[in-house]
C-alpha cells in the first residue's frame, strides 16, 4: 500500500530497496524492479545486501582517496610556499644595499606566489608618512619614481592602519570593504593583504600584496608570508646597520686621511728648520768656531736631541707614506752582508761603553734579495736599536741565515722582555710595551710599526718571541731574489 508506481515504469510487479551505510549513515539505496511477482527470493535478497556493502565499501574508499588527493594537494601547495619563502629568505641573507633588498624581495614574492602586484612601503617616522620603496613590475617603478606615499594618520587606508596597529589586514573581497583605497595604476584588484615589518617595538614598513581574484589568500599564504615579513624586516634592519657601519667606516678612512695628510705637512715643517739646527750643531762640533767646554757640552746636547727629534719626525713622516700608500720601493737586487756590516757598525758605535755585549752571525755566501737596501737597512737599524731601549746590561746578537726561499734575520736581546698580554700590541702605531710616565725608552711608538709594514710591502714576514725578564727574539723573513 505504500508502493507509489513510476509512470515511466508501467510494468513494475515486485521491488527490491537496500540502503547503502558507512558505518551508521546511509548515503544512498540500490533500487531494483522487476516485471514477475515474487521474483526477490532470500536468497537473492541475500546478494543484493552483500553487493550493497561491497558498493557502500567503495564509496568510502573513494571519499577517501578524494579526501587524501585535496590534502595532499593542499600540502604540495604548502610546501612549494614554503620553498619559495625560505629561498627568499635565503637570498635576503646575501643582500646589504636596502634598496636592491627591497626591489629583490617584491619581484620574488610575486614571482613565486603568482599574486597581481607586491609593493613594499617604507615609514619616514620625521614626515608621517608611509612612502613607496619597491614594487614589481612597471607599475611599482611608476610608484617609485613618483615618490607615492600614504599619511601614517591617514583614516581610510589599510596599508597605514597596518603601520599603525601593526596587524595584518586581509581584504577578501575590495569591493565590499569602505576603507580599501583603488589604485588607478591597479585597476584588477580584487583582494589585499597588508603586513607590517616589525623588529622589536619599531615598525620599519608595510608589505603590501594584490590579487586581481576575490578570496585569493589561502591560510596558509598567510601564514607563510607573516613569517617571511618578519625575516624581511630583520633584514633590513641588518642592511641599515650594515650602511651605517660602513659609513662611520669612510669617515674614519677619511679622518685617518686628514690626520696622515696633516702628520706629514706638519713633519716637514718641523724639518727644515730642524736640519738647519742639527747643521749648525754640527759644525760648531767640528770647530769651526771657538767655544768653551760647558757650551760645547751643550752644542753636543743639541745635536743628539736633534738626531732624535729628526728620527722621530722621519718615522711620522713614514708611517703617513705608508698609511697613505704613497711610500716608493726603488727594488733591486740586494746582498744582505754590506747591510749587516753597516748596521753593526753604528751598533758598536752606540754600545761603546755600555755593558752590553754585542756579537754577529751570518752564514756566508746568503742568496740576494729583491728589495729597497735603504729601506731594509731602516728595517734592520729599526730591531736593532729597538733591543738597545730595553736592555740595561746583557747582550744583543743578530743572526743572519738563508732557510729555504727565504733570508731570516734574528735580533735578539736579553733585555726586560715583553708580557704575553703585551704581545698582541707589539707592532701597533703609537704603541710602547711600557707606556708609563716612568719609562727609560724614548721615541714615538712608530719604529716597530714601521718596521712590520715595511717587512710586509717586501713580501716578507715578521714575528717575536719573548719572555718577562729574559730578553725578546725578533724574525724576520724576506724573500731570496727569484733566479733569472
Not at 713633519?267 to 742639527?278: A, D, F, G, V
Request: charged residues 25%; contains cysteine; aromatic residues 4%.
Amino acid at each position: 500500500e505504500d508502493w507509489l508506481p513510476n509512470p515511466l515504469l508501467p510494468d513494475t510487479r515486485s521491488e527490491l530497496v537496500v540502503p547503502l551505510k558507512v558505518g551508521d549513515e546511509v548515503v544512498g539505496v540500490l533500487d531494483a524492479q522487476d516485471r514477475e511477482p515474487g521474483r526477490f527470493v532470500p536468497h537473492v535478497v541475500a546478494l543484493f545486501q552483500t553487493m550493497t556493502d561491497q558498493i557502500a565499501f567503495l564509496f568510502e574508499n573513494s571519499e577517501l582517496v578524494e579526501r587524501v588527493t585535496e590534502q595532499t594537494q593542499t600540502l604540495t601547495i604548502f610546501t612549494d610556499q614554503l620553498r619559495s619563502a625560505a629561498d627568499i629568505a635565503r637570498r635576503l641573507g646575501g643582500i646589504l644595499d636596502p634598496e636592491q633588498l627591497l626591489q629583490q624581495v617584491v619581484e620574488l614574492i610575486r614571482n613565486r606566489f603568482g599574486f597581481y602586484h607586491v609593493h613594499i612601503y617604507m615609514l619616514d617616522e620625521a614626515a608621517g608618512r608611509l612612502i613607496v620603496r619597491a614594487g614589481s613590475g612597471e607599475v611599482g617603478r611608476v610608484l617609485r619614481e613618483r615618490g607615492h606615499s600614504i599619511p601614517l594618520d591617514a583614516p581610510k587606508s589599510l596599508v597605514a592602519r597596518t603601520a599603525r596597529d601593526r596587524e595584518t589586514l586581509l581584504v577578501e573581497d575590495t569591493s565590499l570593504e569602505s576603507d580599501f583605497m583603488p589604485n588607478p595604476l591597479l585597476p584588477q584588484t580584487r583582494s589585499s593583504m597588508s603586513v607590517p615589518l616589525v623588529v622589536g617595538d619599531r615598525v620599519l614598513g608595510v608589505l603590501n600584496i594584490q590579487d586581481d581574484q576575490p578570496g585569493r589568500f589561502t591560510e596558509t599564504e598567510l601564514d607563510t608570508l607573516t613569517s617571511l615579513a618578519g625575516q624581511i624586516a630583520t633584514a633590513l634592519q641588518n642592511a641599515a646597520y650594515v650602511e651605517e657601519i660602513e659609513r662611520a667606516a669612510e669617515e674614519l678612512r677619511e679622518m685617518d686621511r686628514l690626520k696622515n695628510e696633516f702628520m706629514a705637512n706638519m713633519s716637514h715643517e718641523l724639518r727644515t728648520p730642524l736640519n738647519s739646527i742639527i747643521g749648525y750643531a754640527e759644525l760648531m762640533l767640528m770647530g769651526v768656531s771657538d767655544i768653551d767646554p760647558e757650551t760645547l757640552e751643550d752644542v753636543q746636547a743639541i745635536y743628539s736631541n736633534g738626531q732624535h727629534l729628526l728620527t722621530m719626525i722621519n718615522d711620522i713622516l713614514d708611517m703617513a707614506k705608508i698609511e697613505a700608500g704613497s711610500l716608493v720601493l726603488n727594488l733591486e737586487s740586494v746582498q744582505i752582508a754590506p747591510l749587516i756590516d753597516e748596521v753593526s757598525a753604528k751598533a758598536v758605535e752606540r754600545l761603546e761603553g755600555k755593558p752590553i755585549e754585542w756579537a754577529v752571525e751570518a752564514e756566508p755566501d746568503l742568496p740576494p734579495i729583491q728589495a729597497d737596501p735603504l729601506r731594509i737597512g731602516q728595517i734592520f737599524n729599526n730591531l736593532v736599536t729597538n733591543a738597545e731601549k730595553f736592555t740595561e746590561e746583557g747582550a744583543i746578537s743578530l743572526r743572519a741565515r738563508a732557510e729555504d726561499s727565504w733570508v731570516c734575520i734574528e735580533i735578539q736581546d736579553t733585555g726586560i722582555g715583553i708580557a704575553e698580554s703585551d704581545m698582541d700590541k707589539v707592532f701597533d702605531r703609537f704603541q710602547q710595551v711600557d707606556s708609563s710616565s716612568t719609562r727609560t725608552a724614548g721615541g714615538a711608538g712608530l719604529g716597530l710599526a714601521i718596521t712590520r709594514r715595511l717587512v710586509e710591502l717586501h713580501g716578507g714576514e715578521i714575528e717575536v718571541q719573548s719572555q718577562p725578564g729574559e730578553g725578546s727574539t725578533f724574525t724576520v723573513r724576506l724573500p731570496v731574489e727569484a733566479s733569472k
